[in-house]
């Protein structure tokens, strides 16, 4: 017997969807583990006089871990840590474009991965799968508010990112006629790897502001799939940096 009935044919393009993305970056049994977590497992690094937290981060998991997570980041918070949080960013005004520049690069984007996406909306369709889940809540939620920083890239920076390494996307006339709430039966998704862009790509883009942020102490809140990449590159600058050091002194 199939887990979804024909009638919820889109939940089941979700779930391939969002499966295929956790796959192709951390491994799909890892993911599904994470998602049945209830505690928070930070693990704390220090680079040069920064103190950070990278707190590991489930977009559909359980009630209990999302509880815990807003509990420990009220406690850093008093603490003195800024959080540093996750959510690519895609309006007009944080793109710094115009209203038509936003569109076609929301136009271009729907391209990239065929009409699907793995939104808020779409992993809160998953609780009818998944029925002791819930999506990742509101920042505001979690308790993150104006004096935290959304470190992530824009939606321009993703697309043309992607168009560097794969070549200029090229729009049809039914690309334009769908309205971007519409059901996309434009084409499948486009066959540039996503990894590099939306994993490798926005990690190095973080690793650079969190060394150049006045912030001495902050938690980095972001996917898990994230962090061990995030700590390799710190890794790899501090050596850099120590190597440099050591060279100085030596002449």
């Not at 007009?92 to 115009?98: H, I």
């Not at 697309?159 to 070549?167: A, I, M």
């Not at 519409?182 to 060394?211: E, F, H, M, W």
Request: with cysteine; hydrophobic share 35%; glycine share 6%.
């Amino acid at each position: 017997m199939p887990i979804l009935s024909t009638s919820n044919f889109r939940i089941q393009v979700i779930l391939a969807v969002i499966i295929s993305i956790l796959f192709s970056s951390c491994g799909l049994v890892k993911s599904l583990r994470a998602m049945k977590n209830k505690k928070v497992k930070p693990q704390h690094y220090t680079f040069e006089d920064k103190s950070i937290i990278f707190t590991p981060l489930t977009h559909f998991g359980q009630k209990e871990f999302y509880a815990n997570l807003t509990d420990s980041l009220v406690q850093w918070k008093i603490k003195g840590y800024t959080v540093f949080y996750e959510g690519i960013k895609h309006k007009a005004s944080d793109m710094g474009v115009d209203s038509i520049t936003a569109d076609n690069t929301m136009r271009k984007w729907r391209k990239i991965v065929g009409g699907e996406g793995a939104t808020r909306e779409d992993y809160a369709e998953l609780s009818e799968v998944f029925k002791k889940g819930i999506a990742q809540p509101e920042n505001k939620d979690l308790g993150i508010d104006d004096t935290d920083i959304n470190a992530d890239i824009t939606l321009l920076d993703l697309v043309s990112k992607y168009e560097g390494l794969y070549g200029e996307i090229k729009m049809d006339s039914c690309d334009y006629a769908t309205h971007l709430d519409s059901t996309y039966t434009c084409g499948k998704a486009l066959k540039g790897k996503l990894r590099p862009i939306i994993v490798d790509y926005r990690n190095t883009q973080l690793v650079d502001k969190l060394i150049n942020s006045g912030q001495n102490n902050i938690v980095v809140l972001y996917g898990a799939i994230h962090i061990k990449g995030m700590k390799k590159l710190l890794k790899e600058k501090q050596t850099v940096k120590t190597s440099n050091s050591s060279s100085l002194e030596s002449m």
